[in-house]
């Protein structure tokens, strides 16, 4: 089993949607938590980042975490079209003395005008 | 712009060949990762620096090394190049181990 498991997408949805991507994962000890974006051919581009579990909030993005389930999710308001990339989730955990980043795979969202 | 940067945006060699990729990290970042994406692929981790120092090892093949310079800036050496070794190489940098990771554009190598 992957330490973080995403669903590859692609997911399309229409301009003005409200988006919902999710990460989950299998150690409980993660602490840290971000969301990439990345557009095709560039570098990811770090969106958010949170330590605690809830809600965080940034324009039309919302990051929430949910450390019982051990679930994170971004949710995007009126998606728009320049919002198309992938999302890739991420996380930081003290493992070994060693403070270990790990990506999940990135979802793939097309939002459609 | 994140602040990070790699040379060169593109590279084109052939099979067998060495290349080099630069990475200059953020300006008081003292780490540096680097990851290999191939085409619709996740992002793989391959080796992360700190202050100079290897400080972690991922899915990095014997034939590709780096280091990091006391300036901190870090190169990726690629030897022996196969066609599979064609991706997009990125550099990430970071305050300290496990900090938020801010990415740089990348290297797109191809290798014919």
């Known amino acids: 089993q992957k330490e973080v498991e995403q669903d590859p997408g692609p997911l399309s949805v229409p301009e003005g949607a409200i988006v919902s991507l999710n990460c989950t994962y299998s150690?409980?000890?993660?602490?840290?938590f971000m969301w990439y974006r990345q557009y095709s051919r560039k570098g990811p581009e770090l969106l958010m980042y949170t330590y605690s579990s809830g809600n965080k909030e940034d324009g039309r993005f919302t990051a929430q975490v949910d450390k019982s389930s051990k679930y994170i999710s971004l949710f995007i308001r009126d998606s728009q079209p320049s919002d198309s990339a992938t999302y890739l989730c991420a996380m930081s955990v003290l493992s070994g003395g060693y403070q270990k980043v790990t990506f999940g795979t990135g979802t793939k969202l097309q939002v459609i005008p | 712009d994140s602040g990070v940067t790699q040379t060169p945006k593109h590279l084109i060699t052939a099979t067998g060949q060495r290349v080099t990729l630069r990475c200059s990290p953020r300006?008081?970042?003292?780490?540096v990762y680097w990851y290999q994406q191939s085409l619709d692929q996740g992002l793989q981790f391959l080796i992360h620096y700190y202050n100079g120092e290897e400080r972690a090892k991922g899915n990095i093949l014997e034939r590709f090394s780096a280091q990091q310079f006391p300036d901190l800036h870090s190169e990726l050496n690629l030897s022996s190049l196969e066609l599979g070794d064609s991706a997009l190489y990125f550099c990430?940098?970071?305050?300290?181990?496990?900090?938020?990771?801010?990415f740089g554009p990348g290297t797109r190598l191809t290798v014919l």
């Open positions: 150690n409980s000890a993660f602490q840290y």
């Open positions: 990430a940098s970071s305050v300290d181990t496990g900090d938020t990771q801010y």
């Open positions: 300006s008081g970042d003292l780490s």
